[in-house]
């Protein structure tokens, strides 16, 4: 994943965020819900149309039920930050959604990060196999005669 790289400054998610309210209940649509201890995610492939040039894209998502506006921006700059710093672990071409649970905004970062890490990989792990269910899926190409 080719993160925008400023010199002198840190990588950013900037332009790899779901941020259409669209983009979000597609990926719900198209996706099976996960748990893990703190959070619980949905993977879904990105349409067609944008997959010209694969890239991924994650969505967070913390509501009223997680506490005040303060706290909820916590936990979506602790989340953002985790993420930041293994967004090479995004599976290509697929849209990632993480629901974080209370729990994110107390639990140390070091814990944090490592349940990321563990989700991004079996999110990377799952894509991987449906990458190849596709391939199987298409039809072959007729030999000519």
Do not use: C
């Amino acid at each position: 994943m080719n993160l925008e790289e400023n010199p002198g400054r840190r990588k950013t998610l900037k332009g790899f965020r779901l941020r259409k309210h669209s983009d979000f209940q597609r990926a719900y649509a198209a996706a099976r819900k996960r748990q893990s201890a703190s959070m619980s995610w949905f993977l879904a492939a990105q349409p067609q149309a944008q997959r010209t040039a694969p890239a991924s894209r994650v969505g967070l998502t913390a509501g009223k039920v997680l506490g005040k506006a303060h706290e909820r921006n916590r936990i979506k700059r602790r989340m953002r930050e985790a993420l930041r710093r293994h967004a090479e672990l995004l599976p290509q071409g697929f849209d990632l959604i993480l629901h974080p649970r209370r729990a994110v905004l107390t639990m140390e970062f070091a814990k944090l990060e490592a349940e990321v890490v563990r989700i991004l990989e079996v999110a990377n792990a799952e894509a991987g196999r449906r990458a190849v269910s596709e391939e199987d899926k298409r039809p072959l190409a007729r030999p000519e005669p």
